[in-house]
């Protein structure tokens, strides 16, 4: 997936011409999918924002 990430901040950058980085692919990609996630399961609003709490640990 890496390999592909990066292939794709290589490839925006030749067919735009245009500065594009791995953040801006990863904050582009959250967005997108964080807005889906609200479509699907929060009638299309964004979830209430709480103070920062830890969250519980993923796959170790």
Not at 27 to 40: K, N, S, T
């Amino acid at each position: 997936m890496q390999d592909r990430a990066r292939a794709s901040v290589r490839g925006m950058r030749l067919a735009t011409g245009r500065d594009y980085s791995l953040a801006q692919l990863v904050e582009d990609a959250l967005e997108r999918h964080c807005a889906e996630l609200e479509g699907h399961y929060n009638d299309g609003h964004p979830w209430p924002l709480e103070p920062r709490r830890p969250l519980p640990p993923g796959r170790q």
